[in-house]
């Protein structure tokens, strides 16, 4: 069964049943969700969809929920069409069968729509490696770093010493780190982010729609860092059933005030923040690949989490291009 919009999936009645197989699921995740779904389809850009397979009770037995993406207007956004799956497939009891049928129909529903299909793993994938290999998907190695929020006594202790003096040193500069409290709030982050993407990361960023929706999204949290009053910096990201809380997007203008690290900030604010409202862990959705020289690994690394390779299956769908 395929849906593409969030209005469809609510006309056959399935929201309430895709919500609860993937909350029972052990890799239950945002990204998977009836949340995700609705929300990302308001996204200028991004056109969701979902996959469901069904056992023959009639009940789900498996999900798939992925974006086409692209970016720009013209050739560039033709060039650049792509799909991306975060955290999926979900299949009942990790069967491959359901998982070889989900894939499969990916395949011809991505025909003609992308140039390549990119799964980005948040848990170990192993067991349904075989349906990924039939499918024609190859893994790539891609790290991530995961950080425990049992206790904010726990956690501060995990910290690098650097990233503890950093937070520190900031805090008793006058900098803080609240939850964004208006939509200029998350505006101001967002213009940190947008420059930081333009002049170093060279990489397409979504537009503020993207951000301001997730902030009034009861499913998110975005978190500035403020120095008198102007914002400096922020984090942004999904969390999930009080499990899991993501950083999507994180940023700061680090180096320009003395004392003060605003990146710094807005990562350990919603690793403090996990820890006190009861949440199991921070995710900070990637670390690059093992043998790429990315300084972003080291800034995540220092902040006491586990370092995992779930990796990601590729597939490229129209290699003339």
């Known amino acids: 069964m395929l849906y593409t919009s969030y209005t469809d999936l609510q006309k056959a009645a399935l929201v309430e049943a895709l919500d609860h197989f993937v909350d029972a699921h052990p890799n239950g995740n945002y990204f998977q969700s009836s949340e995700f779904f609705r ?128 937070i520190k040193t900031s805090l008793a500069a006058g900098a803080v780190a609240v939850e964004a409290e208006s939509e200029a709030d998350v505006l101001g982050m967002y213009g940190i ?46 969390v999930y059933r009080n499990k899991v809380l993501y950083q999507w997007y994180v940023c700061g203008e680090n180096g320009r005030i003395n004392g003060v690290h605003p990146s710094v900030l807005a990562s350990w604010a919603p690793i403090e923040y996990g820890a006190l409202h009861g949440f199991d862990h921070f995710d900070f959705m990637g670390a690059g690949r093992p043998e790429d020289d990315y300084g972003v690994r080291e800034f995540k690394a220092r902040f006491g989490g586990q370092e995992v390779c779930y990796g990601r299956y590729e597939l490229i769908l129209n290699r003339p291009l």
């Open 39 to 166: 929300l990302i389809g308001t996204v200028r850009g991004y056109r969701p969809f979902v996959l469901l397979s069904a056992h023959a009770q009639g009940g789900i037995d498996g999900v798939l929920m992925g974006v086409l993406q692209s970016d720009g207007r013209g050739p560039k956004a033709w060039l650049s069409r792509r799909l991306i799956v975060w955290g999926g497939p979900l299949v009942a009891s990790e069967s491959i069968a359901t998982a070889q049928m989900l894939l499969q129909a990916l395949k011809r529903y991505a025909q003609g729509k992308a140039i390549f299909i990119e799964f980005r793993n948040f848990f170990d994938c192993t067991p349904l490696h075989e349906a990924f290999e039939l499918n024609g998907f190859r893994f790539r190695p891609h790290l991530n770093y995961v950080v425990k929020t049992d206790s904010v006594e726990a956690a501060k202790a995990r910290l690098s010493s650097n990233r503890r003096r950093q």
């Open 193 to 238: 982010l947008e420059k930081l993407y333009r002049e170093k990361v060279k990489k397409p960023l979504p537009g503020p729609d993207l951000f301001v929706n997730l902030w009034k999204s009861p499913s998110a949290k975005v978190f500035v860092v403020k120095y008198n009053g102007e914002v400096v910096g922020g984090s942004i990201g999904p």
